[in-house]
């Protein structure tokens, strides 16, 4: 099976019927077979259009069978080459059995149905005289009337890619949503800002930001051949994220497992799509590079913090997330500081004009709090300075000594883990010693092999 292909070729283990039109009239309908017993990693796909009059990679329109946590999902997606740039899906799946149908409905509704003709998603067009469903050279996948006037279009609901022409407007923002987790991450269109932000249940933290010089208000983006443009209400362009590459950009992406932002371009030469830009070029600098309660070393290493367990004085396993959440049924609480590291997310609570101990006091004070940052510059960490109160243990990473902050996490009273007593930061710099002390190492190792068969040579 070939996905590269540009073809009528339906691509699935188990298919029915399609068409590679790039426009689909009322009345069609086509249908794909799920499974009777759950596969997993199952993915059934039948391409119904593509829109082929343009250079490789064309936009493809499929719908698709996915395996699911034990469950088949139904979906209508959109593929630029073998990327996947829009799902019908992609914030609540559709679970099916038997079949998934895809359905033009002679009134102009465009629907997803299992069996029995129960509907599991719709676009909501019905009776707005839509006449044809219909992929643009945009890769918008649109309904449109008789005019050609536009009735629903995909690129009014993003997901987590951008493409090249579409726009978003301020208070829109793409989503993506890494395997295995509760958090999840957004880039966000605001007056000020174009930021990416970490989400957990009510929680918002933002870890990269793009401001435009002299506090100029954004109304609107639109990704164009050069990168990403900021433009005002005039639409009127008043700042830019410029790709470094001369290849036109195809699209923005927001990474689901890093959080991190890119700009692609198609390489002819690898046949691939490649990052011309990143907003985040650094390991340790993505929110959740480490589990929760994980520290970003200076080798992008994730470690832990190593507390002792009420049963038989066992050393937890960076697994500290359940003994870490019982403050607010009355665990008794103390504040570990943790010398020589940060967290990267922003936008926590703030108080300002506060001493550490201050500081440390008000999340020992409130039971949801687990960790508080006190900056103090360079005036020593007994000055006043700023206080972050945080919610969430997570994005932090390993900074020099003298950074003018400190970092604490609130801990249960009496499980710090003391191992000769060496402090919390030691045992980092042990770990960070040892991995350095290996490389350096092998290079000396290397370079003693070298002159020592150049010598053999030699004689």
């Known amino acids: ?40 990693g199952f993915i059934g796909r039948a391409f119904v259009m593509a829109y082929t009059n343009q250079v490789e990679p064309s936009f493809r329109v499929a719908l698709t069978v996915e395996a699911n946590q034990e469950r088949y999902s139904c979906s209508l997606q959109v593929f630029l080459g073998d990327v996947k740039v829009w799902s019908s899906g992609h914030y609540s799946n559709f679970y099916t059995f038997d079949v998934c149908v895809l359905e033009l409905t002679q009134d102009g509704d465009l629907q997803l149905k299992g069996p029995k003709d129960r509907v599991g998603w719709r676009t ?16 918008n996948l649109v309904l449109v009337d008789v005019l050609n006037r536009i009735k629903w279009q995909s690129f009014n609901f993003p997901t987590d890619v951008m493409l090249w022409g579409q726009r978003l407007d301020v208070s829109t923002w793409l989503t993506s949503f890494p395997r295995n987790s509760t958090s999840f991450y957004t880039f966000e269109i605001r007056h000020d800002r174009v930021a990416l932000y970490l989400n957990s249940g009510k929680l918002k933290y933002s870890y990269w930001e793009f401001k435009p010089s002299k506090n100029r208000n954004i109304t609107f983006v639109e990704l164009g051949s050069k990168g990403l443009e900021l433009l005002n209400d005039k639409h009127k362009k008043i700042a830019q994220i410029a790709s470094w590459k001369v290849q036109p950009m195809r699209f923005l992406a927001l990474g689901n497992r890093t959080g991190n932002l890119g700009l692609y371009f198609y390489s002819p030469t690898t046949q691939k799509f490649e990052a011309s830009f990143q907003a985040l070029n650094s390991t340790c600098d993505l929110p959740l590079a480490c589990k929760p309660y994980g520290i970003c070393t200076f080798s992008n290493a994730c470690s832990c913090i190593r507390l002792l367990t009420k049963e038989n ?14 403050f607010c049924s009355g665990t008794q609480a103390e504040m570990l500081e943790l010398i020589g590291v940060i967290s990267i997310l922003k936008d926590a609570p703030k108080r300002v004009n506060v001493t550490k101990t201050t500081c440390a006091n008000l999340c020992l004070n409130d039971c949801k709090c687990v960790a508080a940052l006190h900056s103090y510059g360079d005036y020593g960490d007994s ?41 919390v930061k030691k045992w980092i710099l042990i770990l960070v010693g040892v991995v350095d002390g290996l490389i350096i190492i092998l290079a000396l190792g290397g370079l003693a092999y070298y002159f020592i068969h150049k010598r053999r040579n030699n004689s």
């Not at 004085?313 to 019982?326: A, K, R, W």
């Not at 003298?402 to 009273?413: I, L, Q």
């Open 1 to 40: 099976m070939n996905l590269h292909l540009i073809s009528c070729v339906l691509v699935s283990i188990l298919v029915t019927h399609g068409t590679c039109d790039s426009l689909i009239p009322l009345a069609h309908r086509a249908s794909l077979a799920v499974p009777l017993q759950y596969i997993d």
């Open 124 to 139: 909501g067009t019905s009776r707005q005289g839509v006449q044809r469903l219909q992929i643009l050279r945009t890769g």
């Open 313 to 326: 004085d066992l050393v937890s396993d960076c697994n500290n997330e359940g003994i870490l959440s019982h």
């Open 383 to 423: 000055s006043f300075g700023e206080c972050s109160l945080y919610w969430l243990v997570a994005g932090i990473k390993q900074v020099e000594r003298g950074s003018g902050s400190s970092y604490m996490v609130k801990v249960p009273k009496g499980s710090r883990y003391h191992q000769s007593k060496p402090s």
